[in-house]
């Protein structure tokens, strides 16, 4: 909530860095976008902090993230997504809306965060190519390629036909999906690797798609990744966006 600036303390800083670490080890963020966002506040309360003599001290220094690799996750295999995660029963222990969007990431690689808080608008099943729309609908994007079209195949088609509407009990809930997942998967011998999450269903689809010799701008595309290439015209279509995920569906 709102605060004067000089009733800042240094345990809001660390909780600030705390909520950083939890976003990049369930949302997959870089730790450099985290260090950057907390790089802008300690600047801004530096020049404050200079400008009007506040006393303050530096209540957001020293709290970069460590470790350039940690928050990484190692890639499912689509072998053991299709043999294993995709087998019959073997989310059962999730409740349905967990379990659908845990379909939805396995096959078009969204992420949680994305999944959880479509809604009936936002999931197009009667478009001539059935897709969903990630936008920020009111939220901070992660990146301003963030936004973006994507089509539904295979079990993600199949688990949006079950939510038309959404997944109104995770809305805005993806970290606390994210655990009860991890705790399930982990369980059942479904995250054989050390570093595997939910978040290795991301990565799986960046694999796969990379080996069916996708074009780079398209694999950026459809992750939601800056292309190497400047930006022109209106990039792939639902259609050729589809046709490539076809290629690849479980």
């Avoid at 990484?72 to 995709?86: K, M, S």
Wanted: proline share 4%; glycine share 8%; charged share 25%.
């Amino acid at each position: 909530g709102d605060k004067p600036i000089t009733a800042l303390s240094r345990g809001d800083a660390l909780d600030f860095r705390a909520w950083w670490q939890e976003r990049v080890l369930v949302e997959g963020i870089e730790i450099g976008t985290a260090n950057k966002d907390v790089g802008h506040i300690n600047h801004m309360l530096r020049q404050i902090e200079r400008t009007y003599r506040l006393g303050m001290g530096p209540v957001f220094g020293e709290l970069r993230l460590e470790g350039e690799t940690q928050g990484q996750r190692v890639a499912f295999t689509a072998e053991w997504v299709q043999t294993r995660i995709l087998a019959d029963g073997a989310l059962d222990d999730l409740n349905e809306e967990a379990r659908r969007i845990l379909y939805i990431m396995a096959e078009t690689g969204l992420r949680l965060s994305e999944i959880c808080n479509l809604t009936a608008e936002t999931i197009r099943l009667d478009a001539p190519v059935p897709h969903v729309v990630v936008r920020a609908d009111g939220r901070r994007m992660k990146t301003e390629h963030s936004g973006r079209e994507m089509p539904l195949v295979g079990v993600a088609l199949m688990a949006a036909r079950a939510q038309p509407v959404g997944f109104p009990r995770y809305r805005d809930k993806a970290a606390s999906l994210s655990a009860a997942a991890n705790k399930m998967m982990r369980g059942a011998g479904l995250l054989p690797l050390k570093g595997q999450s939910a978040y290795s269903f991301r990565h799986c689809f960046e694999d796969r798609l990379t080996a069916v010799e996708a074009p780079e701008k398209l694999i950026a595309a459809l992750m939601g990744h800056k292309h190497s290439r400047p930006r022109y015209g209106l990039g792939p279509s639902l259609a050729q966006k589809r046709e490539w995920l076809e290629r690849i569906a479980f």
